[in-house]
């Protein structure tokens, strides 16, 4: 459910997305602002800032669109990575389905990239403040940084460039590669079948699910209305992204406060609490940037394209799989995925460090140590915790398998469903099949008989009554 969900989120965002393109430029030409919108007349800003507002404030339902278009984006990663856990946690990666975990978290990084580049198109302060910590970051590149980031934001920041060249990854590049990306997933879905957990019936040669018609299509259309109901919703009720509260972007001003998307949320806490470590090496500089901005990136995305490998060579399990594990089967496995989304989440908390001093009414070096503290070790107890209950859970599971409960006996003779809940051979459903046939048939023929009966008893009285009115 969790990848339709993403998928839907994708429909909605092609769908929302075609509408906002009939309205915004994607040029950094500088204009005067002289729209609805009062706080900002007569402000130089860029037409692409300039056309977000006109957008939101002056085209009918552009403002809408713009929200869920937003929340559409937010919505979709997050049930990739929902997805790409849920997988992880099941062991649904193991062979032979390597090729898919690769394709879903290459799926990963496309979204994250075509988000960010979709949030920094409306050259806001907000937005463009990301941008220029992006440029830093690709600067701090050893060797190459000063090249990659003259290629990819068309010369020193802020280029004249770069709006056209967001926008075109934004709606054209990135979107190809994660539809093909998506087909290929798709393709060898189909080729591999769904995964699966134990239960009656269910085998590491078989697929036991629902049919595709009406019971699977019908569930689809179910679930995409109300995504799309949802994400209306959100769009309607709830504000997101105020460009027109931030300004247009300027490249000497900066705001505090200042906090982009959750799912680089984790990139801004990792610059914040980050030390100062700058290396010389060779006669070049590494950035203190580098660390945080481009190694643990590379690290944490390195480990998950390898991950499926790794356990196959640690665990010595190169056999096929297609029943699912339960987390508490895989306690290892189950601790550090538990510990490394902890360590991520701090790393989000770490992202919005100004807002917690402000609010706590402490410094922010007080609050940044904290973090450093608990980033080191908050990761570690809730992974050994994990660790401990699945432990646990495994030898209650053991000893409820020993001395198993009595399962009440069933209200009727047998149940089956789509899902194979019932019996799972086939000559013994189609018999009960046509056990329940016979007995339809002949509680039809018993109503029959007593409604003829009744019908013929009611005439005999009408007849009776008749000679006797005649006499």
């Known amino acids: 459910m969790l990848g339709e969900i993403a998928m839907y989120c994708l429909l909605v965002l092609i769908l929302t997305g075609i509408y906002l393109t009939f309205f915004f430029q994607a040029s950094a030409q500088e204009v005067v602002y002289h729209g609805s919108y009062g706080p900002l007349r007569g402000v130089r800003m860029s037409e692409a800032y300039h056309s977000t507002i006109r957008l939101s404030f002056d085209v009918r339902a552009g403002l809408v669109f713009r929200q869920i278009h937003h929340w559409a984006a937010l919505l979709f990663i997050a049930s990739i990575v929902a997805h790409l856990c849920r997988i992880f946690f099941t062991g649904a990666f193991r062979r032979p389905r390597e090729l898919n975990w690769i394709v879903g978290v290459s799926l990963l990084l496309m979204a994250i990239a075509n988000g960010f580049t979709g949030y920094s198109l409306p050259d806001d302060l907000l937005s463009g403040?990301?941008?220029?910590?992006?440029?830093?970051?690709?600067?701090?590149?050893?060797?190459?940084?000063?090249?990659?980031?003259?290629?990819?934001?068309?010369?020193?920041?802020?280029?004249?460039?770069?709006?056209?060249?967001?926008?075109?990854?934004?709606?054209?590049?990135?979107?190809?590669?994660?539809?093909?990306?998506?087909?290929?997933?798709?393709?060898?879905?189909?080729?591999?079948?769904?995964?699966?957990?134990?239960?009656?019936?269910?085998?590491?040669?078989?697929?036991?699910?629902?049919?595709?018609?009406?019971?699977?299509?019908?569930?689809?259309?179910?679930?995409?209305?109300?995504?799309?109901?949802?994400?209306?919703?959100?769009?309607?009720?709830?504000?997101?992204?105020?460009?027109?509260?931030?300004?247009?972007?300027?490249?000497?001003?900066?705001?505090?406060?200042?906090?982009?998307?959750?799912?680089?949320?984790?990139?801004?806490?990792?610059?914040?609490?980050?030390?100062?470590?700058?290396?010389?090496?060779?006669?070049?500089?590494?950035?203190?940037?580098f660390w945080p901005g481009i190694l643990l990136p590379g690290i944490t995305f390195g480990l998950l394209y390898m991950w499926p490998f790794l356990e196959a060579r640690i665990t010595g399990d190169h056999l096929e799989h297609h029943l699912l594990d339960s987390p508490r089967e895989r306690p290892m496995r189950t601790a550090i995925g538990v510990g490394v989304l902890t360590f991520y989440i701090v790393l989000v908390v770490a992202g919005a460090q100004d807002i917690i001093a402000q609010k706590l009414g402490v410094g922010i070096p007080a609050v940044t140590n904290t973090l450093r503290v608990l980033l080191l070790t908050l990761p570690l107890l809730v992974a050994f915790f994990t660790w401990r209950t699945c432990h646990d859970l495994q030898v209650k599971g053991a000893r409820e398998e020993e001395y198993p409960r009595p399962y009440p006996k069933a209200r009727t003779p047998f149940e089956v469903t789509d899902e194979a809940s019932g019996p799972s051979s086939g000559a013994e459903v189609e018999r009960q099949r046509s056990a329940v046939v016979r007995g339809l048939a002949a509680l039809g023929a018993g109503a029959a008989a007593v409604g003829g009966f009744v019908i013929g008893r009611r005439r005999t009285k009408k007849i009776v009554f008749e000679a006797t009115k005649k006499k």
């Open 129 to 289: 403040t990301g941008l220029r910590i992006a440029y830093s970051i690709v600067l701090s590149v050893p060797f190459l940084g000063t090249w990659l980031a003259f290629l990819f934001f068309g010369g020193e920041f802020p280029a004249q460039a770069l709006e056209p060249r967001l926008f075109i990854l934004h709606v054209l590049l990135v979107p190809a590669v994660i539809i093909a990306l998506l087909t290929a997933h798709l393709a060898i879905l189909w080729r591999q079948k769904h995964t699966q957990f134990t239960g009656p019936g269910r085998t590491e040669r078989n697929v036991v699910g629902s049919f595709l018609w009406p019971t699977y299509t019908l569930r689809s259309i179910g679930l995409f209305a109300a995504v799309a109901a949802v994400l209306s919703a959100l769009g309607g009720l709830a504000q997101i992204n105020p460009v027109w509260l931030y300004g247009p972007f300027k490249a000497a001003a900066v705001s505090t406060a200042a906090q982009p998307d959750w799912y680089v949320g984790w990139l801004e806490g990792a610059l914040r609490v980050a030390g100062p470590w700058r290396v010389h090496i060779f006669g070049y500089t590494i950035s203190e940037l």
